[in-house]
T-cell receptor, first 113, second 113 residues
Framework: ETGVTQSPTHLIKTRGQQVTLRCSSQ?????VSWYQQALGQGPQFIFQ???????GRGNFPPRFSGLQFPNYSSELNVNALELDDSALYLC????????????FGPGTRLTVL | KNEVEQSPQNLTAQEGEFITINCSYS?????LHWLQQHPGGGIVSLFM???GKKKHGRLIATINIQEKHSSLHITASHPRDSAVYIC???????????????FGKGTLLTVNP
């Protein structure tokens, strides 16, 4: 148990739709990062939020956006879904920005048809 | 070339064997993480290292910063150790306080009884 939860567990969408994935971090964890993991690959960094501000972004287009809330929850939004967006989406939280232990959620498996 | 390379990609062992998984990286890092991912997705942080060696139960992780190399060892392996083991490096992004994790592709370990 990492104390990080994600919802939903699984999700099926069609191309062009929009999706919101949710993550609830441990209380006191100011940093949350989102990752995309395609089948058979390591996770890829999407972006990071620190105290409700975006604090870094990987090579993902603007249709991937996020929010972090004061209650240590966060969202990943993906617009105009594409087939290649099918993946496991993981969030990870940590107490602070710098080189801290990452606590991962169980992930949301998104399938785009 | 990926910034983080793991070897081997797949490893099959008999129960009781000593196992080593290697990780090499090509960038300057502030810390290195070893993670365990079971089927279904959940990731657990095993170790965070910035120098030397750490031990937890049957798991030992070492890092050589000069050689940009880390190893994860499992002593007296057990079928429940079967999982994907992922090496991830914490890299400081250019400017500011942005850090991100860059992941290897993982090593699939299967321990047979």
């Amino acid at each position: 148990e990492t104390g990080v939860t994600q919802s939903p567990t699984h999700l099926i969408k069609t191309r062009g739709q929009q999706v919101t994935l949710r993550c609830s971090s441990q209380s006191g964890h100011n940093t949350v990062s989102w990752y995309q993991q395609a089948l058979g690959q390591g996770p890829q960094f999407i972006f990071q939020y620190y105290r409700e501000e975006e604090n870094g972004r990987g090579n993902f287009p603007p249709r991937f956006s996020g929010l972090q809330f004061p209650n240590y929850s966060s969202e990943l939004n993906v617009n105009a879904l594409e087939l290649d967006d099918s993946a496991l989406y993981l969030c990870a939280s940590s107490a602070d920005l710098i080189a801290d232990t990452q606590y991962f959620g169980p992930g949301t498996r998104l399938t785009v048809l | 070339k990926n910034e983080v390379e793991q070897s081997p990609q797949n490893l099959t062992a008999q129960e009781g064997e000593f196992i080593t998984i290697n990780c090499s990286y090509s960038v300057g890092i502030s810390a290195l993480h070893w993670l365990q991912q079971h089927p279904g997705g959940g990731i657990v942080s095993l170790f965070m290292l910035s120098s030397g060696k750490k031990k937890h139960g049957r798991l030992i992780a070492t890092i050589n910063i000069q050689e940009k190399h880390s190893s994860l060892h499992i002593t007296a392996s057990h079928p429940r150790d079967s999982a994907v083991y992922i090496c991830a490096v914490m890299v400081r992004r250019s400017g500011g306080s942005n850090y991100k994790l860059t992941f290897g592709k993982g090593t699939l370990l299967t321990v047979n009884p």
